[in-house]
């Protein structure tokens, strides 16, 4: 076993790509509050994601759709392609089926609206963590 995958077996780990800085702040301490023993990190544009995501073995990227410089579908479709095992769920203010198809084109494993996100981001964060731990590193 490689340092990566011990790393992924000791703790999962959460990124949480937001520019907007108190949203990323907000949503990396709750998911650390409701799930503690989970590494939660939280970067503000689709380049700081890859360059973690190359650095650090990440189960989940939740990804902001509208983001400066590369926006989060491109910047999703390179992390699917740099790290295949990393589940990206989609978060955006849009939520129309052409946002969710272009989600899904970049290889997505969920979609949520920013307006759902209290009702949606604890079960689909758990799903994911969950289904990452029966998956062999």
Known sequence: MNAASRLRAAAPSILVVEDFRLLRISVVEWLKCRFPGCVVHGVGTGEEALRHVST???DVVLMDINLPGING?????????????????????????????????????????????????ETTVERLIRSRARTPS
Not at 85 to 97: E, F, G, I
Not at 100 to 111: D, E, H, S, T, W
């Open 56 to 58: 650090f073995p990440t």
């Open 73 to 121: 579908l491109e910047a999703a479709s390179r992390l699917k392609a740099q790290a295949p095992d990393t589940a990206v769920v989609m978060l955006s203010t849009h939520d129309t089926p052409h946002h969710r198809a272009a989600a899904k084109n970049a290889g997505a494993a969920g979609y949520i609206a920013k307006h759902d996100m209290e009702a949606q981001l």
